[in-house]
């Protein structure tokens, strides 16, 4: 039997791709939990990746994203993950803001000394979210529940669509969050689902300041057969995360060098998560 050849040329219809996977994404904002305050151009972010599962929708980033403190320091208070409407609402994923609670994020305890936990946090949406913001804004969650097995030996690049933190722009009290597609290479051998994460990487000529800070949370997709996309993955570290960085003397890996690391995303895998975090529903 002739070997099937791959059939996984992502950049074709990127368009449609892109617009695609902007309905299953948007920005959400690490905030400091002061009355009045919204977010800016300055404003640290990342991305929220929203999908459904068993019939219930749920909001999916990092752990570290949802864990964030100020300034990074451990003794601060931890910030506000906060996603904005068309109206300048805001939903709230941690309780006590001022702005309406979307859900909790949950996270994964941290383990002991020499292991290392999922970088996964996980809120289950609530009705209103879903009616007053994502309704309104077009957003749409990732169906978990029609995914297929996927024959990875066919799959050699991936594509990732996020929110770069260097790439927003603010005029009066609107700010904009540039949408950023990244297509790389899949570099993890022997991939099956039975693998926790996966590897992308590439190297680019010219890299233009590219820097991939805030991607994590975003949704990896590999190419169907029938001409669609499907999410494979969700992104929990890329490189280079500081578009002013330089090569180091000696170093592998500079500025034009690109990495992304993934979570590998089935349904097995999101049903083990929910679990875990005591998410899980009946059906």
Same mark, same amino acid.
């Given at each position: 039997?002739?070997?099937?050849?791959?059939? /996984?040329?992502?950049?074709?219809?990127?368009?449609?791709?892109?617009? &695609?996977?902007?309905?299953?994404?948007?920005?959400?904002?690490?905030?400091?939990?002061?009355?009045?305050?919204? @977010?800016?151009?300055?404003?640290?972010?990342?991305?929220?990746?929203?999908?459904?599962?068993?019939?219930?929708?749920? #909001?999916?980033?990092? #752990?570290?994203?949802?864990?964030?403190?100020?300034?990074?320091?451990?003794? +601060?208070?931890? %910030?506000?993950? &906060?996603?904005?409407? %068309?109206?300048?609402? =805001?939903?709230?994923?941690?309780?006590?803001?001022?702005?309406?609670?979307? =859900?909790?994020?949950?996270?994964? +305890?941290?383990?002991?000394?020499?292991?290392?936990?999922?970088?996964?946090?996980?809120?289950? %949406?609530?009705?209103?979210?879903?009616?007053?913001?994502?309704?309104? +804004?077009? +957003?749409?969650?990732?169906?978990?529940?029609?995914?297929?097995?996927?024959?990875?030996?066919?799959?050699? &690049?991936?594509?990732?669509? =996020?929110?770069?933190?260097?790439?927003?722009?603010?005029?009066? &009290?609107?700010?904009?969050?540039?949408?950023?597609?990244?297509?790389?290479?899949?570099?993890?051998?022997?991939?099956?689902? $039975?693998? $926790?994460?996966?590897?992308?990487?590439?190297?680019?000529?010219?890299?233009?300041?590219?820097?991939?800070? =805030?991607?994590?949370?975003?949704?990896?997709?590999?190419?169907?057969?029938?001409?669609?996309?499907?999410?494979?993955?969700?992104?929990?570290?890329?490189?280079?995360?500081?578009?002013?960085?330089?090569?180091? /003397?000696?170093?592998?890996?500079?500025?034009?060098?690109? @990495?992304?690391?993934?979570?590998? %995303?089935?349904?097995?895998?999101?049903?083990?998560?929910?679990?875990?975090?005591?998410?899980?529903?009946?059906?």
């Amino acid at each position: 039997m002739r070997e099937e050849e791959p059939f /996984d040329d992502i950049s074709k219809e990127l368009s449609v791709f892109e617009f &695609t996977a902007s309905t299953h994404c948007e920005p959400i904002y690490l905030m400091r939990n002061i009355r009045g305050e919204r @977010q800016d151009r300055d404003t640290e972010s990342a991305t929220v990746t929203y999908v459904k599962f068993n019939g219930k929708y749920y #909001a999916l980033t990092c #752990a570290h994203v949802a864990d964030a403190r100020e300034d990074g320091v451990e003794s +601060k208070p931890l %910030l506000v993950p &906060t996603v904005w409407g %068309l109206s300048g609402k =805001g939903f709230a994923f941690r309780a006590g803001s001022e702005n309406s609670l979307a =859900g909790e994020f949950r996270t994964f +305890k941290r383990p002991r000394s020499g292991h290392r936990r999922p970088d996964i946090a996980i809120a289950l %949406l609530s009705d209103d979210f879903i009616r007053l913001h994502m309704q309104p +804004k077009g +957003k749409m969650p990732l169906d978990l529940d029609k995914l297929e097995q996927l024959d990875w030996s066919l799959v050699r &690049t991936c594509a990732a669509w =996020g929110f770069p933190n260097n790439a927003k722009s603010s005029s009066g &009290t609107v700010v904009s969050a540039a949408l950023l597609t990244v297509i790389l290479e899949l570099q993890s051998q022997r991939m099956s689902y $039975d693998r $926790d994460e996966f590897v992308l990487a590439s190297h680019l000529p010219k890299s233009d300041g590219t820097s991939f800070s =805030g991607l994590s949370g975003s949704a990896v997709y590999c190419l169907q057969k029938d001409g669609g996309i499907r999410p494979v993955g969700i992104v929990y570290e890329g490189s280079p995360g500081d578009s002013s960085s330089e090569k180091a /003397d000696g170093s592998f890996y500079g500025p034009s060098d690109f @990495q992304i690391n993934a979570l590998v %995303l089935s349904q097995g895998k999101f049903k083990g998560w929910l679990e875990s975090l005591g998410l899980a529903m009946p059906r």
